[in-house]
Each structure stands twice: as C-alpha cells, then as structure tokens.
Nanobody, 118 residues
Framework: QVQLVESGGGLVQAGGSLRLSCAAS????????MGWYRQAPGKQRELVAT???????NYADSVKGRFTISRDNAKNTVYLQMNVLKPEDTAVYYC????????????WGQGTQVTVSS
C-alpha cells in the first residue's frame, strides 16, 4: 500500500505562483510514474503533468511553459511549480503514483484546492 500526502494549495491572484508537494510512503518500487491531475467543478479529472522514475516528463498543453514538475527519488516526493497562474487553473489537484510491474497500480492523494482569482 502507498500513502500520499499533498501540501501547498491555496488562494492566489492571477499571474501568481504556487508550489505543490506530494510525499509518498509505503511500498514504492520502480519503474513508476509520479504526477499531478486536476479536477475543476463540473469537469472530468485531467492530467496536468507526470514524471517517470527515469526522468521522462509529460505535460498538458494548457500548462506547458508555466508549470514544472520535478521529483526527489530519495524522498519519494514529487513537486509541481506553478507560475503565471490563470483563473482556469482553479481546481482540486490530486497527486498520483503509478507503480508499474505486470500491471499498473495507481494510488491517489486526497487532493488540494488551488484557487486563482482574477
């Protein structure tokens, strides 16, 4: 079992920045993918950014050039630096860890609210 603890959400004005953190604990093995998804009211959950244990990154087009994902493998922690935030970035952000063996096993954090005011 894997536990995820997120932090760093909050309220920020448009153009501002926030940094999300997610610390994973438990039985974590490689290869794996750590990342962030978000869900706005009335919308489906969507991928924001992911980073594999090998360092490969993937970003949603809507955040490219503004958000940066990074991870500290020694601490099993993933970060999301969000710059030039827009009101449309407002959502609950969820941390995800996908452990990959014969199948993929996904674990989710409880979510952290990010609100961007105009």
């Amino acid at each position: 079992q894997v536990q995820l603890v997120e932090s760093g959400g909050g309220l920020v004005q448009a153009g501002g920045s926030l940094r999300l953190s997610c610390a994973a604990s438990g039985r974590i093995f490689s290869p794996n993918v750590m990342g962030w998804y978000r869900q706005a009211p009335g919308k489906q959950r969507e991928l924001v950014a992911t980073m594999s244990s090998g360092g490969t990154t993937n970003y949603a087009d809507s955040v490219k050039g503004r958000f940066t994902i990074s991870r500290d493998n020694a601490k099993n922690t993933v970060y999301l630096q969000m710059n030039v935030l827009k009101p449309e970035d407002t959502a609950v952000y969820y941390c995800n860890v996908g452990l990959i063996s014969a199948a993929r096993y996904d674990f989710w954090g409880q979510g952290t609210q990010v609100t961007v005011s105009s």
